[in-house]
């Protein structure tokens, strides 16, 4: 899904091992290190809670020092981006990621101000039945007081989409 992204905003980038991806903008070297955060496939998410555990442990994994020492680029210089895709498939009409576009940005506010990360960037990838398609939204986005910024300019060029809505995309558990 990154490298895709990237790609058909016309930004060159190295796949990599620790981060994930490079991309070298305004002379700047800047990561892009992925997670996602998921659902066993036999559960269902129960409460918007739920769903922000499930996102915090995919952010605290990534946050441990032993794993930040090993970024080749500094964190400030580095997003984390965390594929949401699977917290939503199994979400419900009652919580889920949509219903309330600002709890997902106000819950990764306060997470972004204690990840090592300059940004921390959630998206999905879902259905959508009124268009035919499938579709990459932000699900949120939060950079940090310190971020690079020419890290916050990549992101402004190759990452910024429409906020998915709750009318535009299926919720798949309530198929």
Known sequence: MTGGRLSKNGVAFEVDECPD??????????????????????????????????????????????????????????????DVTGVHNRSTNDANLLGDPNSLSDYLASVSEVTVYGAVFCFTFNYRPLYSDYHWGVAGLRTHRNTDPVLGRLLDEAFQGPPMKLEDALVPNDL
């Open 21 to 82: 991806f490079t991309v070298q903008l305004e002379g700047v070297d800047l990561g892009i290190e992925c997670t996602s955060a998921h659902f066993a496939p036999e559960r269902t998410c129960e409460s918007l809670d739920h769903i922000q555990q499930k996102i915090r442990g995919a952010i605290s994994k990534k946050a441990k020092p032993d794993y930040v020492r090993k970024l080749r680029i500094p964190p400030m210089r580095t997003a984390l981006f965390v």
